[in-house]
């Protein structure tokens, strides 16, 4: 990996124009990093636009640049570099941006994936976020992120390791979060922002999610109709902030979340485990998805009920 952080650092060098998008429905970890890395470019005198097709969670608006990033469904410049965060195919940018107007294309990601599209690929599966890899890149190259800069790699930390709860919270992981706490961070605070500020509506929506709840043979899942999936947009209620309440249930080995939109005709099915004897992105690679071995998803198209009884069944027979 040291060999390609020091080709990506030598194309940063060299290079002026700068675009960062990330993958659809950004979460923190993708929004951090790109927040992290265009601060530290800029610094460098360098010309730098985040773009996104979708709109940004309420809840990481407090990050300092978000008020920056360009929300469109199309970017027609040209740049001398594009930065893309985790994304194996253009499709899960909203193809916002033809890659031929990128004349270098550097893709980080940590999911596994079999086809990159980037001209330098910073790909690390045993790393817990894309934050962890844009603090290797800063660290490579000496310098030291900061304050604001280590706030939004702290939110990617803590967003994709789920309040490092997670089986990606690694050693690793856990010290670059103290050295951010070391530079200024206050974790609490980050908490505070990121979780702590619910309102009325979306605990009513939590409680009809909670509803659904059900324990089968190690498998806990529940489920969302149409109705209150389009009121969890509304509120920014998130999948984990729903999902994780099932992992919670005793004796459960894989909880599930699914997730019905009717307008796609598609049921987004969430998977998640903290059993090491299971692996969740095999899994979800049956249904045409993928992601992490403790943390997978997948889209398919068909009925709720069907989906959810055709999936079901699958993982009782993994476990």
């Not at 659809?24 to 265009?38: N, V, Y």
């Not at 790909?123 to 310098?143: D, G, H, P, W």
């Not at 990121?194 to 979306?202: D, F, M, N, P």
Request: glycine share 6%; proline share 2%.
């Amino acid at each position: 990996m040291k060999k390609i952080v020091n080709e990506i650092l030598k194309i940063f060098k060299k290079n002026n124009n700068f675009f960062i998008t990330g993958h659809i429905r950004p979460d923190g970890d993708t929004i951090g990093s790109e927040l992290a890395i265009a601060s530290w470019l800029k610094k460098n005198n360098k010309n730098v636009e985040i773009a996104h097709t979708d709109k940004l969670p309420d809840n990481l608006l407090f990050l300092s640049g978000t008020e920056n990033i360009i929300i469109t469904n199309k970017i027609d410049k040209e740049y001398e570099v594009g930065i893309i965060f985790e994304c194996p195919d253009t499709t899960r940018m909203k193809n916002i941006i033809d890659l031929n107007k990128l004349k270098k294309i550097i893709s980080i990601d940590h999911h596994p994936t079999e086809f990159s599209f980037g001209h330098i690929n910073l790909i690390n599966t045993k790393v817990s976020s894309c934050a962890e890899l844009v603090y290797t890149l800063m660290r490579q190259s000496k310098y030291v992120p900061n304050l604001n800069e280590a706030i939004c790699l702290y939110v990617g930390l803590v967003t994709d390791t789920g309040k490092f709860q997670q089986m990606n919270t690694t050693s690793n992981c856990l010290k670059i979060a103290s050295e951010l706490v070391k530079i200024g961070v206050n974790p609490a605070e980050i908490y505070r922002n990121i979780y702590g500020k619910k309102t009325v509506t979306s605990a009513k929506i939590l409680a009809k999610a909670l509803e659904t709840l059900n324990f089968e043979d190690g498998i806990c899942y529940m489920w969302l109709s149409d109705k209150i999936n389009k009121d969890i947009q509304n509120v920014q209620l998130t999948t984990d902030d729903i999902i994780n309440y099932a992992g919670l249930i005793s004796d459960t080995k894989i909880y599930v979340l699914f997730s019905e939109f009717k307008d796609k005709g598609i049921v987004k099915v969430s998977l998640r485990s903290y059993d090491d004897n299971i692996d969740l992105n095999k899994i979800a690679s049956k249904f045409g998805g993928g992601g992490h071995k403790h943390a997978s998803g997948c889209e398919i198209k068909g009925s709720l009920n069907k989906i959810k009884q055709e999936v079901l069944e699958y993982l009782k027979k993994c476990i």
